[in-house]
Each structure stands twice: as structure tokens, then as C-alpha cells.
């Protein structure tokens, strides 16, 4: 595969990027007589499993048919990360007078830049997944190329047969092609392909209001494109609490971004230059032209050409490849691990899984990946992150709950630095103080929420959070003030009246 359809533009820093993670003059190793673990896929879940195993002392072999590092390095976090932060810097340049700081209202952005930034930084990450260190370092075989398999213990990858005793299937997902007439002929860019711009779209359609397109939707906007979100629901970012999305919704109406609701693509066009999306809108029938349209919504699991078949592995083409709790496909010889086959489709827990299969697979273990903590992160800003379980989720469950909100505006570090809109919020097992989910919105939630996911996942109730001394004056501190408002709740009557009583006879 010649470097122009794995990723653009040509420049240096890509062409480092390449040279690390799919050097273009790789040959492929001799397979050895039979692998501990043949991995097939090298994205976080594939490369957390590749190399735990072989540095466990296992003979691991491992297959990609694109670039190591997966979407997270390449096409996914990484890219987006970058360009996110970009974009943070060109909202706080045009917010710095409020701060006594006179830049002028006039912000002017580089976007050539901006991609270049990214593109630098993200060849210097790309070390870390090279094909070099997999292989010379940590002693893996690796091969390039489609892997498939030819039977229950048999992978075939360029010609060459791989025989295992387990193997682990790590393909991840792609973005799915959207069922919208025309879309093809129109054109679109995916996250597959957004970061190979050079040049800023003037304007901006994007599809679909879940956490990639309402961070890309709000970058795009800050680095100066007119971008449109269209979303088919009454609110965006679905799945969290209504009054952490409503702080988005509002953060992007800000930030200038058109946002429709309740939008049911119909059809698209191409008119000359123009990119056309039709759509109804509560019954009326609408038009928006751009010049790029983006879609931010359905993935699709890669199970195709794996001849899965052949090694008895079941799947379904929407769901991705079938696995018990302990990530064992119907082969049981046969893992699967990362976006292929788990709903919550994130790097963390991509690498969570992996260790599980090396556990699991090499040294019988019967690790679950339904004892995981799973939080997660929206990089919009402000961010919104979360952990376990939600309210209605928990009463549904039949848990009696108590849920208690701090507003960011009791922390002073919070006002100090201007970005009070948020909150923190945990969800408790009434008269227990065990932590079953909590939702943190903040300009750096996702550094916040990770206190709560280590008392959850050590079994910690909020009161040990609350003896916890958080350093003054930090944004944290309203997760310490959550632990202090629940002790309140702790003070009955009874309690407050026995205290009363003591200090009365004290003062006697
Ligand atoms: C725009 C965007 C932003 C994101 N941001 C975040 C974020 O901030 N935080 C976060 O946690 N997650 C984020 N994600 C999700 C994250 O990227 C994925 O969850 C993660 O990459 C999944 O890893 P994986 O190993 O399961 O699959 P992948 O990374 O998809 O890797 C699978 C690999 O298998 C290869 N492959 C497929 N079929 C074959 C075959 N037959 N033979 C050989 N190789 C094959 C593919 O080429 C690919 O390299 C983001 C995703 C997107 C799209």
C-alpha cells in the first residue's frame, strides 16, 4: 500500500509518522512454528496485547493491514486532541481582555499551522507504536498486511501462515457509510479523513451531535470555519444528564455554531462547488449549502475479510464479534478486544481489554469486563466526563439513590480563572455512601473525574474523598466539597441534637 492512501499530506512530519508505524520497506519475519498469541489488528488494543504478552515472555505475533496506532494515534484522539487545543488557544486570545490582557478582538489563526502542530506532535507520539520498537525492543513479529483466518488455530497474513494457540482479534471500527441518497456523489469528509486539511472549509455542515461531532464542531468554529451541527434529537450529547449537555449546547451557540435540532437528513447534493444537505425540520423541508460536509456519527465493527468462518468465530456485522464477559469469542481459543466487539468505544478501555486477554488467554485467569470502571471523556470545552452509572440508570436498577450536585461557582480556583460553567455531581447508594456514577463538567473534567473512578474502582466511599486534603485553591476542590455536602446529609436531627446536648454540657 503506497504511502498516499494510508494518510496526507506528504510532508515530514507524516513521512516520520510512516517510517514508524508502516515503514514502507518492512519485510515481513518468518513465522515461527506456532505463537503464544497471534494479534490481529496493532490499534491501542492490539499493541497494550502484543506487547504485555511478549514482555510476559510470550512468542506474540502481530498483524496490520494500515498504520500501528490504530484510530486513537492516527485518525482518532490524537489528531482531534491537538487541534482541539488550537482551538482553546484562539477562544482564550479572544477572551484575554476580560483577564486585563489587550490582545485586540482580532483573532487571526494559521490553520496551515494549526494541522502542522498537530501532525509534528503526533509523529513524535508515533515512536511510542513503531514497528521498530514492537519488533526490535519488545520482540514481537510483526507482520503488514490483511490478516485472515484459515481455520480454528491459523491465521494467513501476505502468504505466510500463522499458527497459535490463542489469538486475539483487535480490528476495531471504521466510520459506517451513511444510508443519506446523493451523500456519495456530494462528498464528505469522516474522522478518516478530516485531518489530512490543509486549507479551512469556509463553511461547515456537520452530522450528528454525539461527542465527535460536537468537539470537532466546536473546533472547527473556533479556528474561524461557519459550521452548522445538524442533529436528528431535541438535545445534544444524548447520553449524558440533560443540564451537562444543555452547558454545551450553550458553550457551541457561543462559540457560534448553527445548531439544528431535531434535523432528519433526507438527501444530498452537489450544486458546482457547494456540498448540499436536505433536510425536515419539525415537518418543514430545509436546505444548507458548505463546502465540507463532516459526519460525526456511526461506526461500523471490521469483521469483513477475516474469514471468521473459517476459525468458527460468530459475529454480527452491526454489533462486531460475539464475546462472553471474559472476552471469549465462540472459539475458544479465539479474543477479541477493543471497539470490535464493546459498546464503550474508547482507547482506555481498548487497553483495559487487552489485559484482560493476556490474563485470560495465556495464564487462565477469569478476569471480567464487567468489573471495569469505565469513566469517559467529551473534549468540548467546557469538557464533560463521566463514571458509572447514571441516576435514572441506577433507579432502574432498583438502587435507592442519592445524587448531590456541586456548582463549579463554590470552588474559587473556579472563579479565579473565569470557567465557573459546570458542575460536579456524584451518585450515591442512599445511606451508604458508596459511589455508583458521577458526572463531572468542567474545563478540565476529564482530570477531575479520575479521583472518583480510583474510589470507585478501590471500593472507596465518598467519605474517604472527603478526608482527602485537596490542595487550595483547585477546581477538585468541588469534589471534596460533594464528600462534605453528603456528610451533612449524614447529620440527622437525632445526631445534631446529641451533638448539641454535648457542647451544652461542655460550656457548663
Ligand atoms: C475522532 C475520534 C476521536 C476519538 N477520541 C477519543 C478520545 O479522546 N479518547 C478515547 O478514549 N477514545 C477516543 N476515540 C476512540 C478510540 O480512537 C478508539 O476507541 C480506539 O482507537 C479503539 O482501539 P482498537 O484497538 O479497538 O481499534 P483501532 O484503533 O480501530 O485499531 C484496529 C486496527 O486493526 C486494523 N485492522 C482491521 N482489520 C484488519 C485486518 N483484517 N488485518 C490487519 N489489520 C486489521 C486497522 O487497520 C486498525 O489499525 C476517538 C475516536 C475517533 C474516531
Given at each position: 500500500m503506497g504511502q498516499e492512501s494510508l494518510i496526507l499530506p506528504r510532508d515530514e512530519s507524516n513521512e516520520r509518522l510512516v517510517r514508524n508505524?508502516?515503514?514502507?520497506d518492512w519485510k515481513n519475519p518468518e513465522p515461527a512454528?506456532?505463537?503464544?498469541l497471534v494479534v490481529l489488528g496493532a490499534g491501542t488494543a492490539g499493541l497494550v496485547a502484543a506487547a504485555g504478552a511478549a514482555g510476559l515472555g510470550a512468542k506474540v505475533a502481530l498483524i496490520e493491514?494500515?498504520?500501528?496506532?490504530?484510530?486513537?494515534?492516527?485518525?482518532?484522539?490524537v489528531p482531534s486532541k491537538g487541534i482541539i487545543r488550537s482551538g482553546r488557544a484562539a477562544y482564550d486570545v479572544k477572551k484575554a481582555a476580560e483577564f486585563?490582557?489587550?490582545?485586540?478582538p482580532e483573532v487571526s489563526i494559521d490553520f496551515g499551522k494549526v494541522m502542522e502542530r498537530m501532525r509534528r506532535i503526533r509523529a513524535g507520539i508515533s515512536r511510542h507504536d513503531s514497528v521498530e520498537r514492537f519488533s526490535n525492543e519488545l520482540g514481537v513479529d510483526v507482520f503488514l498486511g490483511d490478516g485472515r483466518f484459515t481455520g480454528r488455530d491459523a491465521v494467513e497474513v501476505g502468504g505466510k501462515l500463522l499458527r497459535f494457540r490463542k489469538a486475539a482479534i483487535c480490528t476495531g471500527a471504521r466510520p459506517a457509510?451513511?444510508?443519506?441518497?446523493g451523500i456519495e456523489e456530494a462528498g464528505y469528509l469522516t474522522n478518516e479523513n478530516v485531518f489530512?486539511?490543509?486549507?479551512?472549509?469556509k463553511r461547515m455542515i456537520v452530522l450528528g451531535g454525539g461527542p465527535i461531532g460536537c468537539e470537532l464542531s466546536q473546533t472547527f468554529a473556533r479556528l474561524g470555519s461557519r459550521v452548522t451541527l445538524l442533529h436528528a434529537?431535541?438535545?445534544?450529547?444524548?447520553?449524558?444528564?440533560a443540564d451537562a449537555a444543555e452547558i454545551i449546547q450553550q458553550s457551541l451557540l457561543r462559540d457560534g455554531i448553527k445548531l439544528l435540532l431535531n434535523a432528519k437528513i433526507l438527501r444530498a447534493a452537489r450544486r458546482g462547488p457547494e456540498k448540499i444537505i436536505i433536510m425536515d425540520r419539525n415537518g418543514k423541508k430545509e436546505e444548507m449549502a458548505a463546502d465540507e460536509i463532516l459526519i460525526g456519527i456511526g461506526r461500523a465493527p471490521?469483521?469483513?475479510?477475516?474469514?471468521?468462518e473459517a476459525a468458527g468465530v460468530e459475529y454480527d456485522k452491526r454489533e462486531g464479534i460475539k464475546v462472553n464477559e471474559r472476552l471469549?469469542?465462540?472459539?475458544?481459543d479465539v479474543y477479541a478486544a477493543g471497539?470490535?466487539?464493546?459498546?464503550?468505544?474508547f482507547t482506555h478501555t481498548a487497553d483495559a481489554m487487552a489485559r484482560i486477554v493476556i490474563a485470560n488467554a495465556l495464564f487462565m485467569a477469569r478476569q471480567k469486563t464487567s468489573r471495569l470502571v469505565i469513566p469517559w471523556c467529551?473534549?468540548?470545552?467546557p469538557e464533560v466526563a463521566h463514571v458509572g452509572m447514571y441516576e435514572k440508570e441506577a433507579r432502574e436498577k432498583g438502587i435507592d439513590v442519592l445524587t448531590l450536585t456541586i456548582p463549579l461557582t463554590e470552588a474559587d480556583r473556579a472563579l479565579l480563572d473565569g470557567e465557573t460553567e459546570g458542575f460536579a455531581r456524584v451518585h450515591l447508594k442512599k445511606g451508604s455512601g458508596r459511589i455508583l456514577g458521577a458526572t463531572v463538567v468542567a474545563r478540565h473534567a476529564g482530570e477531575m473525574i479520575s479521583e472518583l473512578s480510583l474510589a470507585m474502582t478501590a471500593g472507596l466511599g465518598l467519605s474517604a474523598v472527603g478526608r482527602t486534603i485537596h490542595p487550595y485553591?483547585?477546581?477538585?476542590e468541588v469534589i471534596k466539597k460533594l464528600a462534605e455536602a453528603y456528610n451533612r446529609t449524614r447529620l440527622t436531627p437525632f445526631i445534631k441534637k446529641m451533638f448539641t446536648a454535648w457542647l451544652k454540657w461542655q460550656r457548663r
Amino acid at each position: 500500500m503506497g504511502q498516499e492512501s494510508l494518510i496526507l499530506p506528504r510532508d515530514e512530519s507524516n513521512e516520520r509518522l510512516v517510517r514508524n508505524v508502516h515503514p514502507p520497506d518492512w519485510k515481513n519475519p518468518e513465522p515461527a512454528s506456532r505463537y503464544n498469541l497471534v494479534v490481529l489488528g496493532a490499534g491501542t488494543a492490539g499493541l497494550v496485547a502484543a506487547a504485555g504478552a511478549a514482555g510476559l515472555g510470550a512468542k506474540v505475533a502481530l498483524i496490520e493491514r494500515k498504520l500501528l496506532g490504530g484510530d486513537c494515534l492516527n485518525v482518532g484522539c490524537v489528531p482531534s486532541k491537538g487541534i482541539i487545543r488550537s482551538g482553546r488557544a484562539a477562544y482564550d486570545v479572544k477572551k484575554a481582555a476580560e483577564f486585563g490582557v489587550n490582545g485586540g478582538p482580532e483573532v487571526s489563526i494559521d490553520f496551515g499551522k494549526v494541522m502542522e502542530r498537530m501532525r509534528r506532535i503526533r509523529a513524535g507520539i508515533s515512536r511510542h507504536d513503531s514497528v521498530e520498537r514492537f519488533s526490535n525492543e519488545l520482540g514481537v513479529d510483526v507482520f503488514l498486511g490483511d490478516g485472515r483466518f484459515t481455520g480454528r488455530d491459523a491465521v494467513e497474513v501476505g502468504g505466510k501462515l500463522l499458527r497459535f494457540r490463542k489469538a486475539a482479534i483487535c480490528t476495531g471500527a471504521r466510520p459506517a457509510a451513511p444510508a443519506i441518497p446523493g451523500i456519495e456523489e456530494a462528498g464528505y469528509l469522516t474522522n478518516e479523513n478530516v485531518f489530512w486539511l490543509t486549507e479551512l472549509p469556509k463553511r461547515m455542515i456537520v452530522l450528528g451531535g454525539g461527542p465527535i461531532g460536537c468537539e470537532l464542531s466546536q473546533t472547527f468554529a473556533r479556528l474561524g470555519s461557519r459550521v452548522t451541527l445538524l442533529h436528528a434529537h431535541g438535545h445534544i450529547l444524548p447520553r449524558e444528564d440533560a443540564d451537562a449537555a444543555e452547558i454545551i449546547q450553550q458553550s457551541l451557540l457561543r462559540d457560534g455554531i448553527k445548531l439544528l435540532l431535531n434535523a432528519k437528513i433526507l438527501r444530498a447534493a452537489r450544486r458546482g462547488p457547494e456540498k448540499i444537505i436536505i433536510m425536515d425540520r419539525n415537518g418543514k423541508k430545509e436546505e444548507m449549502a458548505a463546502d465540507e460536509i463532516l459526519i460525526g456519527i456511526g461506526r461500523a465493527p471490521n469483521v469483513e475479510g477475516l474469514d471468521l468462518e473459517a476459525a468458527g468465530v460468530e459475529y454480527d456485522k452491526r454489533e462486531g464479534i460475539k464475546v462472553n464477559e471474559r472476552l471469549q469469542t465462540s472459539n475458544p481459543d479465539v479474543y477479541a478486544a477493543g471497539d470490535i466487539c464493546f459498546p464503550y468505544k474508547f482507547t482506555h478501555t481498548a487497553d483495559a481489554m487487552a489485559r484482560i486477554v493476556i490474563a485470560n488467554a495465556l495464564f487462565m485467569a477469569r478476569q471480567k469486563t464487567s468489573r471495569l470502571v469505565i469513566p469517559w471523556c467529551t473534549y468540548t470545552d467546557p469538557e464533560v466526563a463521566h463514571v458509572g452509572m447514571y441516576e435514572k440508570e441506577a433507579r432502574e436498577k432498583g438502587i435507592d439513590v442519592l445524587t448531590l450536585t456541586i456548582p463549579l461557582t463554590e470552588a474559587d480556583r473556579a472563579l479565579l480563572d473565569g470557567e465557573t460553567e459546570g458542575f460536579a455531581r456524584v451518585h450515591l447508594k442512599k445511606g451508604s455512601g458508596r459511589i455508583l456514577g458521577a458526572t463531572v463538567v468542567a474545563r478540565h473534567a476529564g482530570e477531575m473525574i479520575s479521583e472518583l473512578s480510583l474510589a470507585m474502582t478501590a471500593g472507596l466511599g465518598l467519605s474517604a474523598v472527603g478526608r482527602t486534603i485537596h490542595p487550595y485553591p483547585t477546581q477538585a476542590e468541588v469534589i471534596k466539597k460533594l464528600a462534605e455536602a453528603y456528610n451533612r446529609t449524614r447529620l440527622t436531627p437525632f445526631i445534631k441534637k446529641m451533638f448539641t446536648a454535648w457542647l451544652k454540657w461542655q460550656r457548663r
